[in-house]
């Protein structure tokens, strides 16, 4: 099994909405935060949001605040990244991570496993 399997991703319009969906398997949302990193063309990889294990809890990053969303549903084992009001430079691929226990921040939670990724793309 593939520990985690990105969809979602598509071809959006400057502020519409896209849902990222993250299906995990061999592991309990429980037990393993799960967050989102996006990586742009030319650009450094960027952590997106998380959500902690121990309460359901989420952080993200300043440039997403306001307009994505971080969510899961523990009885589908899927964890969702709703994003609104999206903007050009959303556009990447976006990856599913897993790894430690409570999400600090979105970029550093002890990540041990990638996903494969889904891409997005903002434009008109």
């Known amino acids: 099994q593939v520990p985690l399997v990105e969809s979602g991703g598509g071809l959006v319009q400057p502020g519409g909405s896209l849902r990222l969906s993250c299906k995990v398997s061999g592991f309990s949302l429980d037990d393993v935060a799960v967050g989102w990193f996006r990586q742009a063309p030319g650009k450094e990889r960027e952590g997106v949001s998380c959500?902690?294990?121990?309460?359901?809890?989420?952080v993200y990053a300043d440039s997403v605040k306001g307009r994505f969303t971080m969510s899961r549903d523990n009885a589908k084992n899927t964890v969702y990244l709703q994003m609104n009001s999206l903007k050009p430079e959303d556009t990447g691929v976006y990856y599913c991570?897993?790894?430690?226990?409570?999400?600090?921040?979105?970029?550093?939670?002890?990540?041990?496993?990638w996903g494969e990724g889904t891409l997005v793309t903002v434009s008109s």
């Open positions: 991570t897993k790894g430690g226990y409570v999400c600090y921040n979105s970029e550093d939670y002890g990540m041990d496993y």
């Open positions: 959500i902690s294990a121990m309460d359901g809890s989420t």
